[in-house]
């Protein structure tokens, strides 16, 4: 029986190998938000796409400028009085823009850490879809019926070779002791040979079913 299940651990060493890195650095992660946008930030002013400024008017207050045509401002549009107003606006600009200048470091910062965020679980499902088509399967965790039960037994790391210093062939369950399976575990020991079937198909067989206790083994090839 060869385990092919998806684990935390094998989505995490997918992601590092993209360079998704949950915890990294600033650095790491403006590298990677702007390469997977094709964007470019600038502090210093190059013909931008898109722009983010402060500008003064003439009785001497302070504005903040987002356009993406410097030209022409529409102050309707592209003036803002309050600059956290900026932080969503710049967000929005990166994965439409591929030159932008802006030289307030907090906006830049702000939106880099958003986009890195929405990416990483953007990125970890598109692992997790990679992994299923490669014949991946998720692990049962909660189990509603005894055959959900059966194969959640059958991902055990007991049973998994791949693991040779977990890996035994057999599992004992002291039923009682598992209450939130209970009722699983107890349709299974009232109907042995139903579910042996089941558990067959997962390559284990039932090797004791009485009360209080179930032991399922590796179903071995006679061949």
Avoid at 144 to 163: G, R, T, V
Wanted: charged letters at 30%.
């Amino acid at each position: 029986m060869k385990n092919k299940y998806i684990t935390d651990e094998l989505i995490t060493q997918r992601m590092t190998d993209k360079g998704w890195i949950e915890g990294c650095d600033d650095e790491h992660a403006r590298n990677q938000v702007l390469a997977h946008y094709e964007c470019e930030i600038t502090d210093q002013w190059q013909n931008p796409d898109f722009s983010v400024y402060e500008e003064s008017t003439a009785d001497g207050y302070s504005v903040w400028i987002a356009t993406d045509d410097d030209k022409h401002i529409n102050v309707s549009e592209d003036v803002y009085y309050y600059e956290n107003e900026l932080h969503d606006v710049l967000y929005e600009a990166i994965p439409d823009y591929n030159n932008i200048y802006c030289d307030n470091y907090d906006f830049v910062e702000d939106a880099i850490t958003r986009h890195y965020e929405d990416l990483l679980c953007r990125i970890e499902e598109e692992i997790v879809d990679e992994l299923l088509d490669e014949g991946y399967n998720h692990k049962i965790v909660t189990p509603i019926n005894p055959l959900q039960y059966i194969e959640m037994i059958s991902q055990d790391d007991q049973f998994n070779k791949d693991l040779p210093k977990l890996y035994v062939g057999f599992i004992n369950i002291t039923v009682d002791h598992e209450y939130k399976w209970l009722n699983n575990a107890t349709q299974i020991i009232k109907d042995r040979y139903r579910y042996e079937i089941i558990a067959n198909h997962y390559g284990l067989t039932i090797a004791t079913a009485v009360k209080g206790e179930l032991i399922f083994k590796e179903l071995k090839d006679e061949n």
